[in-house]
């Protein structure tokens, strides 16, 4: 017979356990000794201010630890409203990152998958609006026999549900768990009690907490103040959780005399007070951890004794991390022109795909962000070495970028458009190249005479905006003996996507005839996906988002012909 257990959701059981019976004697055998391997939570917090680097310490902490050979991932928690970040204005919230399933998510979990070099799926990002759907809806199904329903235990007991199954289900040995906001927001309330809750049910050999905080310099007096840090503390503590590290988020690194004061006043060790001072590169942050012994001290507090970090791949890591930085003396100017760009956060995958690929090349990559709505002179992009168009929406800034496309055309200045600068580099094209009349996006002008671009076949009966464009990796087709073939080095591609209107392909033949190539596409054709003009120095259009695939020390291709032939 089969010997079933009840056990915490989040424990895997590493060795099958069967029980046989000695029919002969009919006397049981004894039971065999069985272990448990109990996923490890690290949940990480913040307090004074958004914006300290959770994400980047989560993701550092997650790091070390993958390093350690440990199985690892990570997961945000974001306490707004919003059921995801697909209907939130990038400047008011940053990117809107899209993971290969599909999820429209926090720019977090960007920085997880570039950390970590690998996938992230979209439930990995917990909203309230997610818990409290689930909620509601299982109430209307009667699925609490008549009880009354709270914060707790029914939204708290949903919050742990989810975490849990994800430490199950991807049989884990760390599952790095960042709280958005901050400590005191009163969205952040059930999430950080749900999160005590699994403390206490799990055991304090089986939960740590990471307290980011701010110690600032104040240049009056050139002094680290740590109120900041001592008061957050306390109001994290007054709900009932006592931080096991505090990530102190400082200009320079902290001074002895400021990590015993924050350690006397906030009840954390001396050692575990860690400094998180400013970086050249976030991807230096890992080593900075390190050096302060936070994971012997993470292995200790879980009991894991004698673990030590002996993987092979600190050496790669740290050769990645320095790829990075240091090569001002090969610097390749690149002008990025969109609709958000008061907030550098709004593009930060691009941000970090064109930075990737200087690191391969040797190149340091400098980028000024330009406002699409703002510009009048197009002659100073000759000061440039290349232009980038990411994606946006709506009218806004349009005609700016139709025209910085022609500028780039006319002046055989390499150009990289992603999506929405896809789109609008074929307008320019109709408009400056066929001599169409009124030519336009439907998104932009919805009665168009010549409407280049169109709303894809079913998105015309969608009413609802979130969760509704056509998201996620698609399979992509490459035409051979083309440029983008020779960028990919394969025929076939699968890449993310975010977008609801796409190329009318009525006009395809038009356009080729006059030196624009559709040299990708999908679903059998129904879809253009890649647009170049061979005889440019270069000069390509991808419908797709190709900045969500690149990772330090694995750039996504287009970045680095992009980035290649603007340093050439």
Known sequence: MELVVNHNPSQKIISKIKVKRDDRQNIQKPLPHFIYVQTKYIFVTGGVMSGLGKGVTTSSIAKLLQLANQKVSCVK???YLNYDAGTMNPIAHGEVFVTEDGGECDMDIGNYERFLNQNIPKNHNITTAQVYSTVIEAERKGAYLGACVQIIPHITDEIKNRIRKIAKDEELDFLIVECGGTVGDIESLPFL???????????????????????????????????????????????????????????????EKTKKKIALFTNVAFDDVLSCHDTKSIFEVPQILYDQGILDSIFTKFGKVGMVNASANWDEWNKIAKSMINHKDQ????????????????????????????????????????????????????????????????????????????YAREKNIPYLGICFGFQLAAISFGRNVLNLEDVNSTEIKPDAKNPVVD??????????????????????????????????GSNLIRKRHRHRYEINTIYIPEFEKHGMIFSAESDKGKRMEILEIPDHKFYLGVQFHPEFNSRPGFSEEAFVSFVKAAAS
């Not at 050999?205 to 905080?213: E, G, L, M, Q, R």
């Not at 310099?217 to 006592?242: A, F, M, N």
């Not at 990796?473 to 990919?488: C, F, L, S």
């Open 77 to 79: 928690i974001d306490p």
């Open 331 to 406: 610097k390749v100017k690149i002008a990025m022109v969109g609709k958000y760009v008061t907030l550098a956060d709004s593009y930060v995958s691009v941000n970090h795909a064109l930075k990737h690929a200087g690191g391969k090349l040797a190149k340091s990559v400098d980028i000024d962000w330009i406002d699409s709505e703002s510009i009048t002179d197009f002659n100073k992009f000759s000061n440039y070495d290349g232009i980038l168009v990411p994606g946006g929406f709506g009218t806004r800034g349009s005609e700016g970028i139709i025209k910085t496309a022609n």
């Open 455 to 488: 709303l894809l076949p079913e998105q015309k009966d969608v009413s609802n905006m979130g969760g509704s464009l056509r998201l996620g990796n698609h399979e992509i087709t490459i035409k051979p003996e083309t440029m983008a073939q020779k960028i990919y």
């Open 193 to 255: 009690e749900a999160l005590r809750q699994i403390r206490v049910e799990d055991g304090l050999k089986n939960v740590i907490f990471v307290h980011v905080t701010l110690a600032p310099s104040l240049d009056v007096v050139g002094e680290q103040k740590t109120k900041p840090t001592q008061h957050s503390v306390q109001e994290l503590r007054r709900i009932g959780i006592q931080p096991d590290f505090l990530a102190v988020r400082c200009t320079h690194p902290l001074e």
